[in-house]
Each structure stands twice: as C-alpha cells, then as structure tokens.
C-alpha cells in the first residue's frame, strides 16, 4: 500500500501552513508547502526584472527553479504573493510544478511514511488519491488578521485594509482561473477555522485523519 498522503487545500492565510506543519511534525511525515514553489518561481522572475511576465517566460522559470529561493524570506512578501497567484494562473507554470509535488507525495524524503502538502489544487489535481483531503477555510477578516500579524514585523508593514484586500483579490484570482482552481475535492472534510484555536484545529484534523488511517488498515 502506497503511504499516508494527507492534502490540505484553501484560500490564502486560512491557516493551511500552520496545520500542515503540525501534523507533519506529529504524524512524523515529510512536509510541502506547494505554495512555496509558484511563491519561488515568482521571487526568480522579480528579480529578473520581469514583473509582468508572459507565460512562456514564466513556464522557463518553472522549469529552472532554483531551490535555494525556497528558503529566502522575501518569498513572503506581498508582491511576492500577488505575482505567485498571477504565474499560478498558467497552465504551462502548473504543468512544469506538477510531476516535482506528485513526487514528493509519492516519494516522501527522508524515509517518511507519507506526506502533508498544502496549496490550492493537491485533493482535485496533484494527489486526487489521497488518504485524508481537508479544505480549510475562515472568514476573510480572520484571514487578514492573521496574515497582517505576520507581517507586522516586517519592513513597510502594510495596513490591515490593505491586507485584506490583497487576499481578497489573490482568492478571487486563484477561484476564477480555468487551470486547478480553488475548489474543495468532492471529497475533503471542511474545517472552517474562523472560531477555532490552532490547537482546536489541530485536533479535528487528527481525528479525521487516524478515522481515515483505521478505515485502511
Ligand atoms: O500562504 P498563502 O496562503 O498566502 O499563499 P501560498 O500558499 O503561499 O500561495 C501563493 C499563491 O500560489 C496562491 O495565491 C496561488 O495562486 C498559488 N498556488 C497555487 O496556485 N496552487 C497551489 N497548490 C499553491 C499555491
């Protein structure tokens, strides 16, 4: 039997990369963050100069990513986001991201059992099999709270306003594209996290997940 594969889909800031990161770390599983890579493909490009690319410039970059962005901390910047979104729209960019997580679910590193990959598209389109599928949700004002804390430190932090209505416009984006849009598989549990702790979350995705792992074995 293949292993655990646990995907984790939603809007921006839902609080997808602090669940993932838990239950990799719990479940003793390798970890993704999907996002990371068309946040990385869009780092390279701004560099580059190329802020408004077209898709056979984006595509090359995909194909070349270079891994070392990965860990390179204006990946989170806003401009950073808004960009990831705009490349994220093109199929020649989804295509060339694609076989890299299908083979990190199918090959986790490190020896790992299974993995936890969270993005947009992991249950519909890069791990439509996998064991466990969560869409995690909340409310755009909770989402922009927590999103502009995490910015807060930051540099020319921006305004809580601001913040939202980035998010807004990248969900918006992210929904209405015609390649893997944002959509919960048929069959993902949804977790809306407006009202809920870290912990709380945490909880129920576990319990999904072990009801999932003893219907398996
Ligand atoms: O962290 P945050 O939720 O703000 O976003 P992210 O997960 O880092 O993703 C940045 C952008 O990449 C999203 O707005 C999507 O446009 C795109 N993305 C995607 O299209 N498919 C994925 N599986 C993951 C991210």
Same mark, same amino acid.
């Not at 970890?31 to 408004?52: M, N």
């Not at 679910?105 to 996998?130: E, F, I, N, Q, S």
């Not at 999103?147 to 930051?154: F, K, S, T, V």
């Given at each position: 039997?293949?292993g655990?594969?646990?995907?984790?889909?939603?809007?921006?800031?839902?609080?997808?990369?602090? #669940?993932? =990161? @838990? +239950?990799?770390?719990?479940?003793? &599983?390798?970890?993704?963050? %999907? $996002?990371? !890579?068309?946040?990385? *493909? /869009?780092?390279?490009?701004l560099?580059?100069?190329?802020?408004?690319?077209?898709?056979?410039?984006?595509?090359?970059?995909?194909?070349? #990513?270079d =891994? @070392? +962005?990965?860990?390179?901390?204006? &990946?989170?910047?806003?401009? %950073? $986001?808004? !960009?990831?979104?705009? *490349? /994220?729209?093109?199929?020649?960019?989804?295509?060339?991201?694609?076989?890299?997580?299908?083979?990190f679910?199918a090959?986790?590193?490190?020896?790992?059992?299974?993995?936890?990959?969270?993005?947009?598209?992991?249950?519909?389109?890069?791990?439509?099999?996998?064991?466990?599928?969560l869409?995690?949700?909340?409310?755009?004002?909770?989402?922009?709270?927590?999103?502009?804390?995490?910015?807060?430190?930051?540099?020319?932090?921006?305004?809580?306003?601001?913040?939202?209505?980035?998010?807004?416009?990248?969900?918006?984006?992210?929904?209405?594209?015609?390649?893997?849009?944002?959509?919960?598989?048929?069959?993902?549990?949804?977790?809306?996290?407006?009202d809920?702790?870290?912990?709380?979350?945490?909880?129920?995705?576990?319990?999904?997940?072990?009801?999932?792992?003893?219907?398996?074995?």
């Amino acid at each position: 039997m293949s292993g655990l594969v646990v995907a984790i889909d939603g809007p921006a800031a839902a609080g997808k990369g602090t #669940l993932a =990161r @838990r +239950l990799a770390a719990a479940l003793d &599983l390798a970890y993704l963050d %999907t $996002g990371s !890579l068309y946040r990385a *493909v /869009a780092l390279a490009l701004l560099r580059a100069g190329s802020g408004r690319p077209d898709e056979a410039t984006a595509t090359a970059a995909a194909r070349r #990513l270079d =891994r @070392r +962005l990965l860990g390179d901390p204006a &990946l989170r910047d806003e401009a %950073t $986001g808004r !960009l990831a979104s705009m *490349v /994220a729209a093109m199929p020649g960019v989804r295509a060339a991201l694609l076989d890299l997580q299908r083979d990190f679910a199918a090959h986790p590193p490190d020896g790992k059992a299974g993995a936890v990959l969270d993005g947009r598209d992991v249950g519909t389109v890069v791990c439509p099999d996998a064991t466990v599928k969560l869409f995690v949700t909340a409310s755009a004002e909770t989402r922009a709270l927590r999103r502009h804390g995490e910015l807060a430190g930051a540099d020319a932090a921006p305004s809580l306003a601001r913040v939202r209505a980035e998010l807004v416009s990248r969900d918006a984006r992210d929904s209405a594209r015609a390649t893997a849009p944002l959509v919960p598989a048929a069959d993902a549990h949804l977790l809306d996290t407006s009202d809920l702790s870290i912990e709380e979350v945490f909880a129920r995705a576990k319990a999904i997940i072990e009801t999932a792992r003893t219907r398996r074995s």
